[in-house]
Nanobody, 120 residues
Framework: QVYLVESGGGLVQPGGSVRLSCTAS?????????MGWYRQIPGKQRELVAT???????TYADFVKGRFTISRDAVNTATFLQMNDLKPDGPAVYYC?????????????WGQGTPVTVSS
C-alpha cells in the first residue's frame, strides 16, 4: 500500500529553484507525525535533508541550511520542500519520509522518490 506520494522533481539549472510535494495517506498521518525529506545521490548513502514536526519544529542538514525550507499543510496532509539556490550536484532522488506512532508502535514510511537533477 502506498502511504506517501511525492511530486515536483525534474531538471533544474544550478542556482534555480524547485518545490517538492509529498501527500500522506490519512491512514498514517496525524499532528504527531514527524515528516522529513531525504536524498540519495547515485553511489552514496541516503542522507537526511530536513524534518518537520506537527509543532512546526524544523531541522536541516548543514548542506542545505539557508537554501531549503520544509513546511507542512496538516489539513491536506502535505509536506513540502522548497529548494532554492540549487547546487550542481547532478542527479539525486528525493524521498519523503514519515514517522508515526500507530497503535502504540512507531512506524516509518517512505515514498517512492522523485528525481531531481541539477545540471546546466
Amino acid at each position: 500500500q502506498v502511504y506517501l506520494v511525492e511530486s515536483g522533481g525534474g531538471l533544474v539549472q544550478p542556482g534555480g529553484s524547485v518545490r517538492l510535494s509529498c501527500t500522506a495517506s490519512r491512514e498514517i498521518f496525524s499532528i504527531s507525525t514527524v515528516m522529513g525529506w531525504y536524498r540519495q545521490i547515485p553511489g552514496k548513502q541516503r542522507e537526511l535533508v530536513a524534518t518537520a514536526t506537527g509543532g512546526d519544529e524544523t531541522t536541516y542538514a548543514d548542506f542545505v541550511k539557508g537554501r531549503f525550507t520544509i513546511s507542512r499543510d496538516a489539513v491536506n496532509t502535505a509536506t513540502f520542500l522548497q529548494m532554492n539556490d540549487l547546487k550542481p550536484d547532478g542527479p539525486a532522488v528525493y524521498y519523503c519520509h514519515g514517522c508515526s506512532v500507530l497503535f502504540g508502535t512507531p512506524r516509518e514510511f517512505w515514498g517512492q522518490g522523485t528525481p531531481v537533477t541539477v545540471s546546466s
